[in-house]
């Protein structure tokens, strides 16, 4: 039901009650950006003279016996290199018109800062997620659409073990799907499992064997085919980022356009650089 007619009439259409907007600004629902924080960024340093990094891999020979008299047969003690190439380079800009610059309420080019940054951080995120499937020879563990469940997890700890990567900072990557599976195993959620490790929120353990898991809707789908898309346990030198440009804002007056720009531009490439560094994982949904 409608509200009735005003007193004196015609007090609406005549504007006397005006139209007020809320100094709240109710913002967008964002995606967790994980992937990042969990790359090798050791490379940034060396790109400074130019756009392509060629990155020197050291090989593991195997030792021989002593033959009296015989020269041991000599090595070379690097393999192929890694090409890290920085090519990709994004842009998100939001205008801004001066009057409603110049509104007291609300900053809204402070808010068109925010959502730019957020918008190129979640590109680079999403841009190594890409890269997951490549991992492990292009082998994934797991079943396109059905649930990660206790068997997979200790598949992809055994492989990654088999492969010498090292314990120490392995992750899982996953989406909210993975956290649902999760909590159906029991060891990873019931109190009675550990009786000196009490979970009473009911949540999932700290860690996944040893390792934390991260969630992230920013995973990339295998094809279009596919229901779900790809995880990962891995360690940040499974993948390399090398970023020139991080994050760059420019706010370009537009006088003649009565209008502000607010652009965030980004460059920076990615590379597999350890192939068994890393078990690439079906999610059951994307």
């Not at 995120?125 to 490549?134: I, K, P, Q, R, T």
């Not at 059905?146 to 900072?169: C, F, K, Q, S």
């Not at 965030?264 to 078990?279: N, Y």
Request: proline share 4%; net charge negative.
């Amino acid at each position: 039901m409608g509200l009735s007619g005003r007193i004196p009439s015609g007090l609406d259409d005549n504007t006397f009650i005006p139209k007020e907007y809320s100094r709240n600004v109710l913002f967008a629902l964002k995606s967790k950006l994980v992937v990042v924080p969990n790359v090798n960024h050791s490379y940034e340093s060396d790109i400074q003279l130019g756009d392509t990094l060629y990155i020197t891999r050291s090989q593991v020979g195997t030792a021989t016996e002593v033959t009296v008299g015989t020269e041991g047969v000599q090595a070379d003690p690097t393999t192929t290199g890694i090409t890290l190439t920085i090519n990709k380079w994004y842009e998100r800009p939001y205008t801004v018109d001066y009057m409603s610059r110049r509104q007291s309420h609300i900053d809204l080019a402070a808010l068109a800062e925010v959502e730019s940054a957020y918008s190129i951080s979640k590109k680079i995120d999403s841009s190594l997620c890409d890269l997951f499937v490549a991992l492990n020879d292009g082998t994934i563990r797991g079943t396109d659409g059905l649930a990660w469940t206790d068997d997979i997890l200790i598949a992809a700890v055994e492989e990654v073990d088999e492969a010498d990567v090292d314990e120490e900072n392995r992750v899982w990557i996953g989406d909210p799907s993975t956290r649902a599976d999760i909590m159906k195993i029991d060891k990873f959620v019931r109190s009675d499992y550990f009786a000196s490790d009490a979970i009473p929120t009911g949540q999932f353990r700290k860690s996944i064997y040893g390792a934390p898991l991260f969630i992230t809707n920013n995973l990339t789908r295998y094809s279009a085919s596919c229901t779900g898309s790809i995880g990962v346990c891995k360690r940040p030198d499974a993948l390399a980022i090398a970023i020139q440009e991080y994050l760059s804002v420019d706010r370009v007056e537009q006088p003649l356009k009565h209008q502000l720009v607010i652009n965030t531009t980004a460059l920076w490439g990615i590379a597999e650089i350890r192939d068994l560094g890393g078990v690439p994982i079906y999610t059951r949904v994307y």
